[in-house]
């Protein structure tokens, strides 16, 4: 009997010895092999670097208006392992957070994971409610929600950014790296259940910059409103509106129609948010003449007294000219030509005088053909004949044969209120803390020649022109008219136009050049028609809102 517990002792000695050794073995190796990754292990437990959202720049109008500014928002989130009673909070969350409750409870329920988005960027004043149900499973951190205060206002130029703050269209996207700023770091300790008790360091986001354009809201507002009520009265495809300053290159309002609520992006259209003054190409029509009446008289070949034979209708190569009219054969000066819009006229002045070489380098040193270079994405440089067959000298001077964009026209016709002058049109006055370059420059016409022009457009709406329409009480107005047939795939589609008025106000010292564009109106399709009267009330808005005096004494009716 001794024999046996003696034999018991030992092995029960043997035993604790054993695993003594064990243990010994196991804390040499813990302590050398596996102390570096146990190490990290436990310092990933308790410590932590979480990155801190920069703030996006602002961006403003001309008066200081934002258009464009981050508010404080709060993401919920959730670790589905960590969530109690799934279909209880969902209800809640949904009810408080103004969801809808099969989502949330998918995201609550969501297998093989320890996050999931409850809701991106949610009310900060609903997300606090939630937080204080303290619900299972639930967390939140801050972020920044780009927001529209001014809606629909210059929506298709200002664009919009994605959840995550990046620029996606518009001048956002253009200007993305200069309103994005740089994120800020910070390391913090965290007790076993995971508390935050200090922080190690910081450093803090540096927020993106401020940008001011040269786009005035309320110059922005009415233009729209006079584009909806066109674009309605005519039941048109759409309308564009550009109101530029001449001697700065600044555009003061960019306007389509339809327009869109930029905070409802998402579920808009891509054509609806396309800004067509900028990416669009049509035929000008006779808006085009100035460049085949501009470049004769500057390379001395005509002058407005210059009188030309104009019959009905003209035959050049295997193509036939008319007039919008039908007239008997007259002789007509170069000023009643561009006044009256006359085909015939403008074609026998190319044909006769500038020939297709002068008129290619016209067409060039206008500026038709490429981009203007304005601040703004997706610009189009338009497009010109590749090749001339006979018949192309009889179409491409009265502005068919040829595309081009609403920026290209307004910018053309800026640099000939501007004494000749072109001035690279923009959308952004200054970026903040960053120095500008001032806007390229190029001369289109000698002084002399563009004061010519000047007073030849005036005629187009006060001498029986074909822009009567745009005349306004007490200011001169400069201007022409265009209408153009849309080309389709088997040459011009009957019944669809391109209406335009493109005007300078006032002609004696130009403060404004406007073009109104309207697309595919029905029942009227001329420019001077459907154009000419938007102008008008744009046009009469912005002299009032911007103090211009008038240039011409009212005559009083009675």
Excluded: C
């Excluded at 320890?114 to 939140?140: I, M, Q």
């Excluded at 913090?188 to 005035?216: H, N, W, Y």
């Excluded at 090749?387 to 920026?407: D, E, R, Y």
């Amino acid at each position: 009997m001794t024999r046996v517990v003696n034999s018991r002792i030992r092995l029960l000695l043997t035993s604790i010895v054993l695993v003594f050794a064990v243990l010994l073995v196991r804390e040499a190796w813990i302590a050398t092999v596996r102390a570096a990754p146990l190490a990290a292990m436990a310092q990933a437990q308790t410590k932590a670097t979480l990155t801190i959202p920069a703030a996006r720049g602002t961006i403003f109008d001309a008066v200081g208006t934002p258009l464009a500014l981050g508010v404080q928002a709060t993401t919920v989130y959730v670790d589905p392992t960590a969530v109690a009673h799934p279909a209880s909070e969902a209800t809640i969350a949904a009810r408080i957070l103004g969801l809808k409750r099969g989502p949330v409870l998918r995201a609550l329920t969501t297998t093989g994971t320890h996050f999931a988005y409850v809701e991106r960027k949610a009310p900060a004043d609903k997300a606090a409610l939630l937080a204080k149900r303290n619900l299972s499973g639930f967390h939140y951190y801050g972020e920044e929600r780009r927001t529209y205060p001014q809606g629909s206002v210059a929506a298709q130029v200002v664009g919009y950014a994605g959840i995550d703050n990046n620029g996606l269209a518009g001048l956002e996207l253009e200007l993305n790296s200069q309103l994005t700023g740089v994120p800020g770091r910070e390391t913090i300790l965290r007790d076993p259940m995971g508390r935050t008790i200090d922080v190690e360091s910081s450093v803090p986001a540096r927020p993106g910059r401020d940008v001011f354009l040269t786009i005035d809201h309320r110059i922005q507002a009415d233009a729209e409103q006079v584009l909806k009520a066109t674009v309605a009265k005519w039941h048109a495809k759409d309308a564009t509106a550009i109101v530029m300053d001449p001697h700065t290159g600044g555009i003061l309002a960019m306007a389509v129609e339809p327009g869109y609520n930029a905070n409802n992006f998402p579920s808009v259209s891509p054509a609806i948010e396309t800004n067509h003054a900028v990416s669009d190409v049509y035929e000008p029509g006779s808006v085009f003449k100035v460049v085949t009446i501009g470049g004769a008289l500057a390379d001395h070949l005509v002058t407005p007294k210059t009188t030309f034979r104009v019959p009905d209708s003209l035959q050049v190569a295997d193509r036939v000219i008319h007039d919008a009219e039908i007239h008997p054969t007259e002789r007509m000066t170069v000023s009643q030509i561009l006044q009256q819009s006359s085909n015939v006229g403008t074609v026998t002045i190319a044909e006769t005088k500038l020939g297709e070489a002068r008129l290619k380098r016209w067409i060039a040193r206008f500026g038709f053909g490429k981009p203007t270079g304005i601040d703004f994405p997706g610009e189009s440089p338009g497009l010109l004949p590749p090749f001339w067959s006979g018949s192309t000298i009889g179409n491409v001077p009265i502005g068919q044969g040829v595309s081009v964009t609403a920026i290209q026209l307004a910018s053309v016709y800026s640099a000939i209120a501007n004494r000749g002058l072109w001035v690279q049109p923009h959308l952004v006055d200054h970026v903040e803390g960053q120095r500008m370059p001032a806007p390229k420059t190029r001369r289109i016409l000698p002084a002399p020649v563009d004061k010519t022009l000047l007073t030849m457009l005036k005629g187009v709406v006060s001498d029986t022109g074909t822009g009567e329409a745009a005349a306004l009480p007490g200011y001169t107005v400069a201007g022409k008219t265009g209408t153009a047939q849309k080309p389709g795939p088997n040459g011009y589609t009957p019944g669809e136009y391109v209406a335009t008025f493109i005007g300078i106000v006032p002609e004696s010292a130009p403060r404004l050049v406007i073009l109104v564009t309207v697309d595919e109106p029905r029942g009227a399709y001329y420019g001077g028609t459907v154009a000419a009267p938007a102008f008008a009330q744009i046009a009469n808005f912005d002299l009032q809102y911007l103090e211009v005096p008038p240039d011409l004494a009212i005559t009083p009716h009675g």
